[in-house]
């Protein structure tokens, strides 16, 4: 008898789930599933059946598309131009293209070796000797082999000598300056700024928008190509420097003397100052991105700025300039240093030829703890971890991406003769009351000519470029489209869902009231036989 009443619970509990379903199927707001149900004929049923499943696929194919494209993550960019009254200055760098002074040959053993120079005499014009000659690095104990260059023009003493040629060879200018780098790389950092250049000994006159500078307004640092460089309204300065107006009345003016007595023909060629215009918080990079100033000119650098803004990861691939593990060398000795491409590229190479080779690469050896700097016998390692790196092979993967924001600066550069005649007698009356500069000049007529160069750099306008991305499709966006879908069809509405939702709800508490009737009904018929 209680077995035959459990049967009948559970059939009605069945027939409850049937009647909730159909009485969802005859009133639902979803177009065509109310017809499947009222239809009066088999056939009917079918046709309707088969319309909602057709509508249905069709919504199914039309959200998948919506979906892929959502997480395709593309974004739109825009571009405007942006008026900005009170612009802040751009860092401007400096550096002598003379990277090591004639006068430090006096104070390195190395330097005059590899020049083939006596140290007591150190002439002003030597030439490389065409032996093998072994130079002793400065402050590391090791010998590395030097072998000078005997195919070049320059070392035959005539151009054009195309019968003389060896294509194997290295290029003696090349083979020179990155010789002579090794040798002071190998110094302690702070110790490499008295083989170059001084900016006290080079400034002559600076002044910003109108007011007088001086070399206390200027930081320096060592670039393995041109010696020390000197950084106006770096990001190292708490004072910034802004400008309300464009021209060169309202930007930086600098005269400068590139001391070409003290030139070393066999390490740099050409005379002049080496520019770079570039943000504060930028590491500079002048041997990649700059403007050589001539003597004798006034050269002028208009700048326009740029800023580009991209939205971060899932739709660019952006790297956050807060991200400091990426340029770990230069953020060391340059804590104001915030992330770029550029520098993090340079940063792992820097590691790559560590790992590889077992020293530290001499263009961005700031640290001595970091090792021992390589040398001229390591170049055939160092240019294969370099081959490898820029063609994608490198092992250390460090996804050296374009910054989420970063700011450049597009150069215009225009020249004028400097000083003109009226001019100069201001400057010559100016050299006869400097001492320094007196012993220099030796009334040679070309001196101001051949050393004497002026630089302007300032906004060309105060408008910049704006370039930014944005989302081109997000979430609410595939909501909105996914509704439209469903509604089109299927005929399926947010509130529609919820009946269902309603209907689901429904089921799991017929479900459980049977399962927990069936289990008590159960449990006290098993009670009642124990009795």
Known sequence: MELKKIKMVAGNQEKSVLVLVSNVMENTAAHGIPNIKRAHTPLRRIVWAMLFLFGFTMFGIQAFELITQYLSFEVDINFEIVYEGRTEFPAVTICNMNPIKESFLSKSEDLNELLGRDAAKSPTNGSMNNSSMSVTMMGVGTTTTTQAITTSANN???YQDWNNVDYSAEDDDF???FAARDI???????ERRESGHELDDMLLECSFKGFPCSPDNFTHFYNYHYGNCFTFNGGDRTEEHFTTKPGPLYGLSMELYVEQDEYIADIQPAAGIRV???PRNAMAFPEDNGVSVTPGLETSIGVKRRLAQHVPVPYTNCTPVENLEKISVFKQKFPWVLYNRETCENNCLFYEVLDTCDCTDPRYSYNI???????????????EVEGRYFSGKSVRICACTTPCEATTYEPTV????WPNIKYMEEVLEAIENTDELMADYQEDPSFVTDNFVKVLVFYNELNYEHVYDTEKYLWYNLLSDLGGQFGLWVGVSVLTVFEFVELMYDIVFVLLRKFCGISRRNKTGSTDNIQ
């Open 156 to 158: 035959n003493g005539r």
């Open 369 to 383: 703890s970091d090792g021992q700097a390589c040398t001229h016998n390591d170049s055939v390692c160092v240019d």
């Open 175 to 177: 083979s020179n300056i």
């Open 276 to 278: 770079t215009v570039h």
């Open 184 to 190: 002071v790389a190998s110094l302690p950092y702070d």
């Open 414 to 417: 225009s020249a004028s003769k």
